[in-house]
């Protein structure tokens, strides 16, 4: 149980255009989901926390017009790169916190690898 | 601020030995801590958590310990096997509230 399904595993973009992460929960309802960025040989950087009807709140440093995020159902969370640079290159992970409680273990997505050329 | 470090590199060990990686945090003792695991180009997958009251806690090969005196968790997996060779994340609950805190993770390689 507790399936995060991530789309697209992999996606390749021309600098200046957009792009979007899906994030889904298949078998439960996510109020909260976290969306991470991860460098080769970094640590999973926090990017924004998603909850179910309302704004996302962003970490500091995170410009949220660029990273737009979205979670209109309990099961659907977006991640929109907008205006992607070359610098945006990376993996980024969206997780999952069934139940909501803050002390329950993370279920992640598989991730998207974001080339932007 | 609270900062993580677990051993940086890369972990080689024999087919069946017990594998121990380290998980050292520096200020205040979090509620609780998780141990992931990490394949190549994939999301992390949760292992085992550990409260600040316990000691220990296992599951079939794998036992976490935490020790809130030395600031430590120690991860060990028992006969260890080919297959258990990845990166190993440690995780902090950072302070009330739903974040966690990464450590870097630490690369195991379990030769046959």
């Known amino acids: 149980g507790a399936v995060v399904s991530q789309h697209p595993s992999r996606v390749i973009c021309k600098s200046g255009t957009s792009v979007k992460i899906e994030c889904r929960s298949l078998?439960?309802?996510?109020?909260?989901m976290f969306w991470y960025r991860q460098f080769p040989k970094q640590s999973l950087m926090l990017m924004a926390t998603s909850n179910e009807g309302s704004k996302a709140t962003y970490e500091q440093g995170v410009e949220k017009d660029k990273f737009l995020i979205n979670h209109a159902s309990l099961t659907l969370s977006t991640l929109t790169v907008t205006s992607a640079h070359p610098e945006d290159s990376s993996f980024y992970i969206c997780?999952?916190?069934?139940?909501?409680?803050?002390?329950?273990?993370?279920?992640f997505g598989n991730g998207t690898r974001l080339t932007v050329t | 601020s609270q900062k993580i470090e677990q051993n940086s590199e890369a972990l080689n060990i024999q087919e069946g030995k017990t594998a121990t990686l380290t998980c050292n945090y520096t200020n205040y003792s979090p509620a609780y801590l998780q141990w992931y695991r990490q394949d190549p180009g994939r999301g992390p997958v949760f292992l085992l958590l550990i409260r600040e009251n316990e000691k220990e806690k296992r599951k079939e090969r794998l036992k976490v310990t935490f020790d809130t005196t030395l600031k430590q968790s120690l991860f060990h997996i028992t006969a260890s096997q080919p297959a258990d060779s990845a990166t190993y994340l440690c995780?902090?609950?950072?302070?009330?509230?739903?974040?966690?805190?990464w450590g870097l993770g630490t690369s195991l390689a379990v030769n046959p």
């Open positions: 997780s999952a916190l069934p139940g909501g409680a803050y002390n329950s273990p993370l279920h």
């Open positions: 995780a902090l609950s950072a302070g009330n509230n739903r974040k966690l805190i």
């Open positions: 078998d439960f309802q996510a109020t909260t």
